[in-house]
């Protein structure tokens, strides 16, 4: 802010947003740097900017912090202006005022009185900054946005703070020295970009190396700018805006980008995360298409966030099943999909078009754990095929998903080589699914495999002891994680039996609950390798007529 550049907001960027606990981390960093033998700088993260000229920046990222920074200034100044009236040395401390002012803020036309700001606000801010923070006027309390009463609050908070730690010093050259030791040694990571094409791909960039920075706004900006450029009424733009905030407030901030692919994929041809915001750039240049797609936007929004949650209103209770078992399987690649025939099927129809995905997704990813790439190009595919009514038979979409169900030739011998590592929770479910629905068909006997009274059992434990000596390192590591080493049991047995030799296991299982289990100590009458391997070939065969598309 000290070198001469100017930045806005653009205009449809979110609104002011930090609180009492953003003033207190920052305000807390700087005290704690500016201590003596404190650090000798603070990194306050990424920057991104946009600008053509290399003088005038839109803040692409990093609007709150800016903001916030712009507020300390400016309650410095207001400390100043204390001592002035005061009289404690009034011209040096109004010469401070004035260079400081010059340097961060911007200045006041001598004239006019109209200040000529350094920082530009977003367009529901900008007013209340300009007209009386940056000219520090008395700040009205009344009939303010939620956004204007926290850049008043922040800046009445700053205000105080500045007092309590430089203002009993009555001192205007400490204050002085403040700002500068903070102007100093706050340092960030500034980016800088020529069009909003260029900050996408940088915001795609960071967020696959784990830095979260907010492309929804930068969407919201190129969108509303293409209204803003037609000429849109007030009431045009408050209607975007309320629909805007709809989305995110279905969705959260962080997931509408990935929403947006889901969406875009599953009414168009397909495209990667890289190029999605050039796509749409490139097909919405009117207001008929913004408004256009914000409204199927908003209607999509709820049934995207309802595959995420079994437990949605939105679901019957088969379909909650396999919307369960999709988010069991961590499996997302279905969506477009799925978000097109929930737009045109009746509950019966998609419960099938859902089975046929959890069933795909289970023999696909789940067992055969097969590149997603060629699966992710066919649900796109058969996505546009429904969404322009080429594809309306639940039959017919099914047998175009025909190339992404491993047949049972490709399905079998893969089950009966699968190890699940159940050292983590997901994988254990996983499992535990498997091993109950399995019972379930064969049994005819329902277990709630989400209920802690049953537990996985590792036939071969986990990590044997001397009872287990004569399996080698090799084979323990080979075996201990396949599906046929593991069995459902009752929590309490389970727990008894621990590390006991197989004989001592097998007693147990013959009093189980579970027919599998009890099958299992009726025919090895020892465990070992051949003895897993046998079983889990038995196991495949269950689970090649379980999961089963009749229709494939």
């Given at each position: ?6 930045y ?6 979110r ?10 981390d920052?305000?807390q960093?700087?005290v704690?740097?500016l201590k003596?033998?404190?650090e000798q700088?603070?990194y306050?993260g990424?920057?991104?900017l ?6 005038n920046?839109?803040?692409?990222d ?7 920074l712009?507020l300390?200034?400016?309650a410095v ?21 004035e ?13 006019t ?8 606000l977003?367009?529901?801010n ?6 009386y ?10 009939n ?7 850049l008043r ?8 703070r500045?007092?309590d ?9 400490e204050?002085a ?5 903070v ?16 900050a996408?791909k ?10 979260r ?14 209204v ?12 975007l ?18 929403f ?6 599953s ?19 009117d207001?008929?298409?913004v408004?256009?797609l ?9 049934i ?18 396999y ?10 690649q279905p969506y ?32 055969g ?15 546009e ?10 039959s017919d ?18 089950f ?6 159940t050292?983590?929770a ?6 535990r ?17 989400h ?5 996985l ?7 044997p002891?001397e009872?287990?000596?004569?399996f080698?390192?090799?084979?323990v ?5 396949r599906?046929g080493?593991?069995t459902p049991l009752?929590t309490?047995?389970n ?6 030799t ?5 007693a ?5 609950s579970f027919?599998?289990?009890?099958r ?32 494939l």
């Amino acid at each position: 802010m000290g070198n001469g550049l100017v930045y806005r907001v653009p205009m449809f960027q979110r609104d002011y947003s930090w609180t009492e606990q953003e003033w207190d981390d920052l305000w807390q960093d700087i005290v704690a740097m500016l201590k003596p033998g404190g650090e000798q700088g603070h990194y306050m993260g990424y920057l991104v900017l946009q600008s053509s000229d290399e003088r005038n920046y839109d803040i692409i990222d990093g609007q709150q912090r800016m903001t916030t920074l712009s507020l300390l200034i400016l309650a410095v100044l207001s400390n100043l202006r204390r001592l002035v009236e005061l009289k404690l040395d009034p011209e040096d401390n109004e010469r401070r005022m004035e260079e400081l002012r010059k340097t961060y803020i911007g200045y006041l036309d001598p004239v006019t009185l109209i200040a000529k700001s350094k920082l530009t606000l977003n367009r529901h801010n900008d007013l209340f900054y300009q007209n009386y923070l940056v000219p520090l006027e008395r700040l009205p309390k009344r009939n303010l946005k939620a956004s204007e009463h926290l850049l008043r609050k922040g800046y009445e908070w700053f205000e105080e703070r500045v007092s309590d730690r430089l203002g009993a010093a009555r001192s205007g050259a400490e204050l002085a020295r403040f700002v500068d030791a903070v102007a100093d040694r706050l340092f960030f990571t500034v980016i800088s970009v020529t069009d909003e094409l260029n900050a996408y791909k940088v915001f795609e960039t960071l967020n696959a190396r784990g830095v979260r920075l907010s492309s929804t706004d930068l969407l919201k900006n190129y969108l509303f700018s293409v209204v803003h450029a037609a000429g849109a009424h007030e009431d045009e733009f408050r209607t975007l805006e309320d629909r805007w905030e709809a989305i995110v407030g279905k969705l959260g901030s962080e997931s509408v980008p990935d929403f947006l692919r889901v969406f875009w994929n599953s009414r168009n041809p397909l495209t990667r995360h890289s190029d999605l915001f050039k796509t749409i750039r490139n097909s919405i240049r009117d207001k008929a298409g913004v408004f256009g797609l914000l409204r199927d936007m908003d209607r999509d929004a709820d049934i995207y966030a309802a595959l995420g949650d079994p437990n949605d209103l939105m679901w019957t209770k088969e379909q909650q099943q396999y919307i369960a078992e999709l988010d069991m399987f961590n499996v997302r690649q279905p969506y477009p999909l799925l978000l097109a025939a929930r737009r045109e099927q009746n509950d019966a129809d998609f419960a099938r078009i859902l089975r046929a995905c959890s069933v795909i997704s289970f023999r696909y990813n789940v067992i055969g754990n097969l590149a997603t790439n060629e699966q992710e190009r066919v649900y796109n595919s058969v996505a546009e095929k429904i969404a322009g009514k080429k594809l309306t038979v639940p039959s017919d979409i099914i047998q175009a998903l025909r190339s992404i169900y491993p047949s049972d030739e490709q399905f079998r011998p893969a089950f009966a080589e699968k190890q699940i590592r159940t050292t983590t929770a997901r994988n254990r479910q996983v499992a535990r699914y498997i091993l109950f629905e399995i019972e379930r068909q064969t049994a005819h006997q329902a277990f709630d495999y989400h209920s802690d009274k049953y537990t996985l059992e590792h036939v071969l434990p986990e990590h044997p002891n001397e009872n287990w000596a004569f399996f080698t390192d090799e084979q323990v590591d080979r075996c201990v994680y396949r599906i046929g080493n593991l069995t459902p049991l009752e929590t309490g047995p389970n727990r008894d039996i621990g590390n006991k030799t197989y004989e001592q296991k097998r007693a147990t299982y013959e009093e189980c609950s579970f027919e599998i289990t009890r099958r299992l100590a009726a025919e090895y009458k020892e465990w070992t390798p051949e003895r897993i391997a046998s079983r889990q070939h038995w196991l495949a065969t269950q689970a090649t007529a379980i999961w089963r598309i009749a229709e494939l």
